[in-house]
């Protein structure tokens, strides 16, 4: 039996190096799919089977800061913070176990394909204040 496989791999191994065309296609291929496949296991792997320790949003919460002129306004319009303002709040945070931020939706153009389309996305900070583990 031993002998029957060893003497199928020299013959095989012979007709892959009569037609070296054959070959680098067959190679070529194997290592597309072998790589294609690995890189999305990766991405399922990290999104969907490890989602983000993130207990439960309901723990989250938003902050605007308001002109002084609009204390009693009811009606105020929500206002985004400077960055500097957001390092003081992070860096002098005793409330939170950390914070991070994120900007108002931002319209993006994405035109890999023939016709572009518009999406909404936002820049977002790290959260430097807590250690996921």
């Known amino acids: 039996m031993v002998g029957n496989f060893q003497q199928d791999l020299r013959g095989g191994l012979r007709m892959l190096k009569k037609s070296p065309g054959f070959t680098f296609v067959a190679v070529l291929s194997l290592a597309l799919g072998i790589g294609a496949n690995t890189a999305i296991f990766t991405i399922i792997n990290a999104v ?71 999406l909404n996305a936002s820049l977002v900070s790290g959260n430097s204040s807590t250690c996921w583990a």
């Not at 969907?48 to 949003?57: D, E, K, Y």
């Not at 929500?78 to 939170?96: C, H, M, V, W």
């Open 48 to 118: 969907f089977l490890h989602p983000l320790p993130v207990g439960t949003l309901a723990a989250g919460g938003n902050v605007y800061p308001r002109h002084p002129n609009d204390r009693c306004n009811t009606n105020f319009q929500l206002t985004g913070t400077s960055l500097p303002n957001y390092e003081d709040y992070r860096d002098q945070n005793t409330a939170f176990s950390g914070l991070a931020s994120v900007t108002f939706p931002i319209p993006l153009n994405w035109g890999g394909q023939a016709e572009p389309q518009q």
